[in-house]
């Protein structure tokens, strides 16, 4: 298995994380998104993943993009430990909150975003931090809303993929000293993943490619 990422990339951390807790062993493969004008669009990766974006992961013949995609696939295909519980209402609510990240927070703060901000639309660095706090705190403090008031993860007892998706997210809030006092059942459930292997060994500055 092979997982084409980037160390900074909070959708390649999410997949790290769960590779990890399902224990399953793979090769890291960076792909630098800034060097050279990034590597996501050279022409080999373009024929890897035509959206010029990463994660890829490589599973023998299959070839995914899209964490949530890939996500899913992991918890179909290797089943054990489940990041989804049993019961339909509980997939529900952890898909609920995965998709707040991955489609309501993440698309608008992402590196392609805030390199168009800068480059193209030629905002200042206090208007795209402004831009960025926003819909950090926009989601955040919702998530805050939606997670188990009891239980050290999202869910009560059990990591699932919201804290998959959390995390990261989180992650990319500290570094970009976004205010989360609005936030503190989310910062007490980051502190108890964390204390996993699986999402501490996961950490950006601990992947191979980190500068």
Not at 95 to 101: K, P, S, T, Y
């Amino acid at each position: 298995m092979k997982l084409y990422g980037y160390w900074r990339s909070s959708a390649a951390f999410r997949i790290r994380i769960a590779l990890n807790l399902k224990g399953l062993r793979y090769e890291n493969i960076p792909v630098h998104l800034v060097r050279d004008g990034g590597e996501q669009y050279k022409a080999d990766y373009l024929a890897l993943n035509p959206q010029g974006r990463v994660p890829t992961l490589v599973d023998g013949d299959l070839v995914l993009g899209q964490s949530m995609a890939i996500l899913e696939y992991l918890e179909e295909k290797y089943p054990a430990p489940p990041l989804l519980p049993k019961d339909a209402g509980g997939r529900a609510r952890a898909r609920q909150i995965a998709l707040a990240v991955a489609c309501d927070i993440h698309p608008l703060n992402n590196l392609r975003v805030l390199q168009f901000l800068e480059k193209t639309l030629h905002q200042p660095q206090e208007s795209r931090d402004a831009w960025y706090h926003h819909w950090i705190r926009d989601g955040l403090t919702a998530i805050e809303k939606l997670v188990s008031p009891r239980g050290p993860y999202c869910l009560g007892d059990n990591v699932s993929i919201a804290d998959v998706m959390l995390v990261p997210q989180l992650y990319n809030a500290h570094r970009f000293n976004s205010p989360l006092d609005d936030c503190p059942r989310l910062l007490a459930i980051e502190q108890q993943c964390l204390a996993l292997p699986a999402f501490d060994n996961a950490l950006p500055e601990k992947q191979p490619d980190a500068v």
